[in-house]
Structures are given as structure tokens and as C-alpha cells.
């Protein structure tokens, strides 16, 4: 688990994960339009550094930030966070977000954030996702290739899939300065010759057994973790080293969970029965995390039904 955001506040640990964790996905390796897009070039600075670590002192600001539009969708709260660090980086200035363009009444889509870079001198077009994929293990004397492939990688509601998400982030919302309507739309802001970039975080998450190759362009900087059936849990469990668990809500789901709270963690036995419970009701994966002594996140790991994604999924 990424260790490197030792906050003690969970909104600023987010944040620092959201703009400074490793992407999930090596951009140049998945488009071959490498002379245009790019990773989010703005890097964990020893100034920002000290900027996150004030804000843990004192995070008043981030969470007025947070509450003037309380969310409870994880992609949304993801964008906020991204909206508070450009607009209090000194080094850049938001220039606008969540900003459609319309055609004739039609909209053609929305740019996530526009800013200005006073370091590079320019403006630049950046998208945003943040997704969870767990790899479809292959079947028992199924061959495994050895070539990952992006549509093995689906989301928890099974719905969601990786190369769908790279597609319409690749081929639709990063193209969206090209369209004429845009361009007449930032000429009007003073803003032309956007630079365009991309940052895509989150986790993946391997079965135990036949797992599948890494899909094209995966981030090795990122840690793979792990999903089990519901009917393997017990002996999984016992494969960790840690004593207590916590399901995670997934408005929790970004950075690394610090609980110290008993009465929220679970032992191994409890959380079994909690999920018995859970599974009786409900086709939706559960996120798990693991505890070390101090109740600090030390793997994390997704549990499903066993015939998951075969049986019909509900929103969680």
C-alpha cells in the first residue's frame, strides 16, 4: 500500500493521492497519439509537499471546499479534489471546469479542467478518471496467451470496463478542444493552443488464482492488488498479515484508510459474517481493507460473489 501520504486527515490523504499518486496507466504505451497527450505533468514538489502537510494541520480549507457541493459519487468527489489543489497550487491558475460545449441546444461534451501552467507558460486541457478494475481469472485449461488485454479488466458492477473507459477517454473527451464549437468557445476565454493531458488513477485487482496478464501500458509503480470469492475468504484471510479489517465505503476508496476506531474494524470471523449477511442481500462487491496495529491500510482487496461477474449486479 502507498505509504508515502502519512496524513492523519482521510480528505487530505484523498487529495494527495488523487493529484500525486502514480497513474494506473502509462499513457504513451495506450494511444498512439503520444505527440499531443500526455500524463499530468504536475509532480509531488517539496513545496507542495510542505503545502499538504499544513493543510493536515489545519484542513479547514479543503473541507469548506468539499462542502459546498457535498457528493456522494466517488468520480465527482475525485474532481473536486483536483479543483482545490489548482486552485491554491501558485504555481498554475484554474481557468475553468466542468465546462460544456453545446451544439445548436446538443452537448458535445465537458472539459474536466482547464488551467494555466506559469512554469511552462501554457494552457492546458486536463481530463480526469479515477476507476477500479478487477482481471476475469481464465477458466481451467483455458490458454493464457501471455498478452493482457484491456477488456479482461472490468469494474465492480461488471458494467464498467477498462478498454470502454480508455475509448471514450482517448477518442472522445480529450479531443474535445479539436471541435469547432470548443475552439470558438475558449477564443472568447483568451485561451488557444491547449495542451492536452490525462490523469487516470486507480488500482486493479488480480484473482489469486489464473490470473490475467497486465494489460497494455500498467503502471508497475502501482501495487496489484488482490479479489476473492466470498467462498474463499476465510482461508485468504488467513494468508494476511494483520488482525482487523474494515469495509470500506467507497467514498473512501482513494487513499490508503487509517481506522482507529475498534468498534468500526472487524475481526476475520466477523467480517465472514458481515459478508454473509451482505451477500444474502446484495450482488455488489465489497472492498475490504486490511489493518495493521496502528489501524493503518496495509493491503486492500476486493470480495465477490462466486460466480461474479456472471450474475446480475446492483449499484452499491
Known amino acids: 500500500m502507498i505509504r508515502i501520504y502519512p496524513f492523519q486527515t482521510q480528505e487530505v490523504r484523498d487529495l494527495a493521492w488523487a493529484c500525486f ?4 496507466l502509462h499513457m504513451d504505451q495506450v494511444t498512439s497519439d503520444t505527440s499531443t497527450i500526455s500524463a499530468c505533468a504536475l509532480q509531488l514538489t517539496p513545496a507542495r509537499q510542505l503545502w499538504l502537510e499544513r493543510l493536515d494541520r489545519d484542513a479547514s480549507a479543503l473541507l469548506e471546499h468539499l462542502q459546498r457541493r457535498p457528493t456522494h459519487r466517488l468520480g465527482v468527489y475525485f474532481e473536486q479534489l483536483w479543483q482545490f489543489f489548482l486552485q491554491q497550487d501558485p504555481d498554475v491558475e484554474l481557468i475553468a471546469h466542468n465546462l460544456p460545449i453545446h451544439d445548436n441546444g446538443r452537448t458535445l461534451g465537458e472539459f474536466d479542467c482547464i488551467y494555466r501552467c506559469h512554469q511552462r507558460e501554457r494552457d492546458v486541457h486536463l481530463e480526469l478518471a479515477v476507476k477500479f ?17 484491456l477488456q479482461e479488466w472490468l469494474g465492480p458492477d461488471a458494467r464498467d470496463r477498462l478498454d470502454l473507459k480508455l ?31 490525462i490523469a487516470f488513477k486507480g488500482y486493479l485487482f488480480q484473482h489469486e488464482h489464473n490470473a ?36 470500506v465505503p467507497k467514498m473512501m476508496w482513494l487513499g490508503a484508510v487509517h481506522c482507529d ?37 496495509s493491503a486492500r482487496f476486493f470480495v465477490t460473489l462466486p460466480d461474479w461477474p456472471n450474475q446480475p449486479n446492483e449499484s452499491p
Open 212 to 247: 490475467p496478464p497486465l494489460p497494455p501500458g500498467y503502471n508497475t509503480d502501482r501495487k496489484m492488488e488482490r479479489w476473492v470469492a466470498f467462498t474463499q475468504i476465510r482461508p485468504y484471510l488467513s494468508t494476511l498479515d494483520a488482525q482487523v479489517f474494515l469495509v
Open 21 to 24: 499518486s502514480p497513474p494506473l
Open 133 to 149: 478494475f478487477l482481471g476475469l481469472p481464465y477458466n481451467s485449461g483455458e490458454t493464457n496467451s501471455g498478452t493482457g488485454q
Open 167 to 197: 475509448n471514450h477517454l482517448l477518442e472522445r473527451q480529450i479531443l474535445l478542444g479539436e471541435r469547432p464549437q470548443a475552439r470558438k468557445r475558449l477564443r472568447a476565454m483568451a485561451v488557444e493552443n491547449l495542451s492536452t493531458e
Open 261 to 297: 476506531n475498534p468498534d468500526r474494524t472487524l475481526t476475520a470471523e466477523e467480517l465472514s459474517s458481515q459478508m454473509a449477511l451482505h451477500f444474502e442481500a446484495d450482488h455488489y462487491p465489497l472492498l475490504v481493507a486490511a489493518l495493521d496495529s496502528s489501524g493503518v491500510e
